[in-house]
């Protein structure tokens, strides 16, 4: 969870105006596959996918899904420094875990990139029977949690016929010189 200070703040409200004084406050927020449901409900186009095409309106919107705080003051989104959104897209990106992967299977060539959504990762929690209380976690976790259940899950790749063929050429050789023979 990400625990942001909003400093105290002044506004001028240009239909009525005249000044607003924002008193600050403290945000929670979580990134979490819940925030994301709700982002996409919204917004109707995937979050994940292509972070270079959200306009500023869409990512300040989708800190509003991630606050866990009840009765949040509106301005306190438009409070928020760039220091602040740095925070919190360092959040996000952030892996939350331990845990890493030798091979990326999505940067081999000639492998489309799937487009993934909020229903895609609960079909893989479904999948992979993860318990819904999961969709609470840091968003990375997560998807680290399903790709792991996913590398566990799956049966070991079998070998190729070369490298079939290279390890009987291993075998014989060694059995030749065990035995002193040539074949």
């Given at each position: 969870m990400l625990t942001l200070q909003i400093p105290p703040r002044e506004f001028f409200d240009e239909r009525k105006q005249e000044f607003i004084n924002f008193e600050g406050c403290s945000l929670q927020m979580e990134?979490?596959?819940?925030?994301?449901?709700?982002?996409?409900?919204?917004?109707?186009?995937?979050?994940?996918?292509?972070?270079?095409s959200r306009t500023n309106e869409?990512?300040?919107?989708y800190f509003r899904c991630m606050t866990i705080t009840k009765n949040v003051d509106p301005l306190a989104f438009k409070s928020l420094t760039q220091e602040h959104i740095n925070t919190i897209?360092?959040?996000?990106n952030d892996p939350m875990t331990a845990t890493w992967f030798s091979d990326d299977d999505s940067k081999k060539p000639g492998r489309p990139k799937e487009i993934v959504t909020s229903e895609?990762?609960?079909?893989?929690m479904i999948a992979q029977n993860i318990p819904f209380?999961?969709?609470?976690w840091h968003?990375?976790?997560?998807?680290?949690?399903?790709r792991v259940c996913n590398v566990k899950n799956n049966p070991p790749k079998k070998m190729s016929k070369a490298d079939i063929a290279r390890r009987q050429r291993e075998l014989n050789e060694q059995r030749k010189k065990k035995l002193g023979t040539k074949g």
């Open positions: 990134h979490s596959l819940i925030s994301l449901s709700e982002w996409e409900a919204k917004w109707k186009k995937p979050f994940l996918n292509k972070p270079e869409e990512l300040l919107d897209v360092n959040y996000i895609l990762i609960y079909y893989w209380e999961c969709r609470k968003l990375n976790r997560l998807l680290t949690l399903i």
